[in-house]
Structure formats: C-alpha cells, structure tokens
C-alpha cells in the first residue's frame, strides 16, 4: 500500500484550472450526490456547516470512491492540534480561513508538516491507513496542500508575504468577509470590492502561487478564471438547493418570498 498522490496539488503547480463545489450539508448521502457530479474538488465546510470529526470522515470515505474529485477540507480556524486531527483523517487539501499575515502563515506550514519540517505529532492512523502505509511518515509532507483565506484589509496588505510564504500553495480569496473589511458588508458585487479581487488574483499569480475563489455568477467565475484564478467554486450545495425548492414552490404556489437561508448560505463566501 502506498501513499496516495495529492493529485488537486499537482494540478495547481502544473497550472491546471480546477472547478470544484462547496459541500456545506455535512452528510454523506448528499456528498455521494455531489462526488458523483464529476466535479474536481469539493470544499468539506468545518467553519460555517455543522461539520465534527466523523461527518468529515464520512464524507471522505463517500468521496473516495469517485476519482478523480478530490476533498479539500476548511477548518473552522488555524489550531495546530484541530488541523492535526484533520490530517490524520487522511485531509490531504486543507483550507484555514482568516488568515492575515505572513507570521500566522508560517505558523500553519508548521502545523501541516512532520518534524524537522514541522511540529505535527506523530501517530498510526487512518491518513497512514494505521501503519499500513510505512511510507506515509516521511512522503506526507510532501503530499499536503496548504490553502489560505485572504480575507481582510490587513490580509490584502500582507498578501505577497503571504503568498512568499514557503509551503503555501495557494490563496484564496474570500469576498463575503473582504467585502465586511472594506466597508460593503453584504456587498460583495460592489466595485471597490470587485477590484480589490482582481487585483488580489494578480498579485497571488505574479507570487507563483494559485488563486482561488468561490462565486455563483457563472460569467463572474470564468472572469476570474480569465484573471489566472485556477482553483475556483461555482456554486454551494445549499443554495443549489435553495434555488432548487423555491422555483418549484414557485411553479405551483406562486412567488416564494425570499428565503433567510440565502442570506445565511451567502456567509460562505467567506
């Protein structure tokens, strides 16, 4: 048995763009549905879903079974003792929201990697399939893909430190909470805000390392993928379902009045 190869990883460094789904249910019957879609990666949400360990592992295990799409998990915050947990789920892709400086960056490289590179603890689990994987201890640093959330003013000011930061492999830009930082809240769409996400997929990209950002407006999406975005979610399985049970209560009912999950589904863009 061998250690398995963090194919969304080698994607990203080969330029590769990757369209992926933001999975918020926290089951693995609606995950299974999504897996099945095809799509490249799916976000496992532990900051704004009712995800815990085991729903994760869950979903990791249903997701295993649909190659090549691949589980990218967020934490809820950047604790070396929760993403080591997550690590040993076997997460090879993780996603740690707010993060606003280099120092807080370099902090997360180190609580991703096995000493001397890191201060991960060291432990038989499922990541190493509980020892049946020899290899895993010295191949998994190599296998993480560390993902950040820039999405605050001081973050936007700190971004080419942040981006410079080695074992960072990408920066994704979080428009709900970037909004909120530069005085648009609920208005992500706003043109200071929107130029503010231009620029900062430039400057991520002129770093060397991969942008990304979730949006439901298609034409937006492939905007920012034309900007050199290459990891990029273009919808989230709650509102897909929103929508969804609204325009058929709406075909027989008549006009569904705006439903206050929406406003709270929108909290994920952060």
Same mark, same amino acid.
């Given at each position: 048995m061998q250690?398995?190869?963090?194919?969304?990883?080698?994607?990203?460094?080969?330029?590769?763009?990757?369209?992926?789904?933001?999975?918020?249910?926290?089951?693995?019957?609606?995950?299974?549905?999504?897996?099945?879609?095809?799509?490249?990666?799916?976000? $496992?949400?532990?900051?704004?879903?009712?995800?815990?360990?085991?729903? $994760?592992?869950?979903?990791?295990?249903?997701?295993?079974?649909?190659?090549?799409?691949?589980?990218?998990?967020?934490?809820? /915050?950047?604790?070396?003792?929760?993403?080591?947990?997550?690590?040993? $789920?076997? /997460?090879?892709?993780?996603?740690?929201?707010? /993060?606003?400086?280099?120092?807080?960056?370099?902090? $997360?490289?180190q609580a991703c990697r096995y000493p001397p590179d890191g201060i991960r603890g060291m432990a038989g689990s499922r990541a190493s399939r509980w020892g049946r994987i020899p290899s895993y201890v010295h191949d998994a640093n190599a296998q993480v893909c560390l993902l950040v959330q820039a999405e605050s003013e001081l973050a936007l000011q700190n971004l080419e430190a942040i981006a410079a930061t080695e074992g960072i492999d990408g920066v994704f830009i979080g428009p709900a909470d970037l909004s909120a930082s530069l005085g648009h809240v609920g208005n992500p769409g706003h043109d200071m805000v929107q130029k503010a996400i231009e620029g900062a997929i430039k400057r991520i990209t002129q770093a060397g390392k991969a942008a990304g950002i979730l949006t439901t407006d298609n034409a937006l999406a492939k905007h920012y993928m034309s900007l050199g975005a290459t990891f990029v979610a273009v919808g989230l399985d709650t509102q897909l379902l929103v929508r969804g049970t609204n325009a058929l209560v709406s075909e027989f009912k008549g006009v569904v009045a705006a439903s206050p999950v929406v406003a709270t589904t929108d909290k994920t863009y952060g």
């Open positions: 250690n398995p190869i963090n194919v969304f990883k080698s994607a990203l460094r080969n330029g590769q763009t990757q369209i992926g789904l933001w999975v918020s249910l926290a089951n693995p019957y609606s995950t299974e549905i999504c897996a099945g879609a095809g799509f490249d990666w799916l976000l $496992l949400d532990g900051e704004h879903a009712p995800n815990d360990l085991r729903s $994760l592992m869950s979903q990791l295990q249903t997701i295993a079974g649909y190659p090549p799409t691949h589980p990218v998990a967020r934490v809820p /915050v950047g604790d070396a003792a929760l993403i080591k947990q997550y690590l040993d $789920l076997g /997460v090879q892709t993780l996603l740690v929201p707010m /993060v606003d400086t280099p120092e807080q960056a370099r902090a $997360l490289v």
